[in-house]
């Protein structure tokens, strides 16, 4: 256990790791999986030491209660630069810098066409949660980003609002192209500097064990 021992640190230590102007990715869904010390240590770090500063955010699920948790420890000015996110709705914290302009802001959520209807009212526009996800292994693997039809003729399409949130976001995650005869969608690949994770067990290989996380839960 020598091995494991020797990278285990509290979340202080963890989120102490973290440098401006990194890219920034957190799993989770809603409530659940949600790396919640981390947040809270992020959000603590910053208020002490106005540092990290300018951090990209990058989220699959909306993660947060629509008030304090969850991603809602870090809606403060000047931690965040840009967010490539989904569902925003469980983080009004983050809405609120979107809207106020004070930081670039793209949405991908669940659900294209309900959403569609009211993407100024809850601050949703449209790519889809799985293109989100499939990014993210894409750019894992080294791929120039992901292909997909989702999101064609919607917010997201670049002939439109490209999946911007408001006037401060460049317009530079999707692009249009064309693949035998067809329109496609390019989704751009966004390079993760600091992954934070819910873990049950870290591996003596120094895996991470995240297996059935999200059924963990207390019984009332």
């Known amino acids: 256990m020598r091995r494991v021992d020797a990278k285990l640190c509290t979340a202080a230590e963890a989120v102490a790791r973290i440098r ?3 890219t920034v990715a957190c799993g989770g869904f ?14 603590e770090r910053f208020l002490a030491t106005s540092s990290p500063r300018d951090l990209q955010l990058y989220y699959a699920a909306g993660q947060g209660d629509r008030r304090a948790r969850g991603l809602n420890h870090l809606a403060h000015e000047g931690l965040l630069r840009r967010v490539i996110g989904g569902h925003w709705g469980l983080c009004p914290g983050l809405g609120a810098l979107a809207l106020a302009e004070k ?3 793209f ?7 309900l959403l569609c209807a009211v993407a100024v009212l809850v601050l949703i526009s449209l790519l889809r949660q799985g293109v989100l996800s499939q990014l993210l292994r894409d750019t894992a693997a080294g ?8 999101g064609l003729d919607t917010c997201v399409d670049p002939r439109f609002d490209g999946g911007a949130l408001n006037d401060k976001t460049p317009r530079d995650m999707v692009s249009l192209m064309e693949m035998d005869g067809r329109e ?10 600091v992954v934070r994770l819910l873990t049950l067990l870290v591996l003596a290989c120094a895996n991470l064990l995240t297996l059935l996380a ?7």
Request: net charge neutral; aromatic share 2%.
């Open 20 to 22: 401006s102007h990194a």
């Open 184 to 193: 496609m969608l390019h989704y751009q690949p966004v390079p993760i500097d």
């Open 214 to 220: 999200p059924l963990c839960c207390r019984r009332r």
């Open 143 to 150: 791929r120039p980003g992901a292909i997909s039809t989702v």
């Open 103 to 105: 930081i670039e802001a």
């Open 30 to 43: 809603v409530g659940c999986a949600h790396p919640e010390a981390l947040s809270a240590a992020l959000e």
């Open 107 to 113: 949405s991908l959520p669940q659900v294209c066409l």
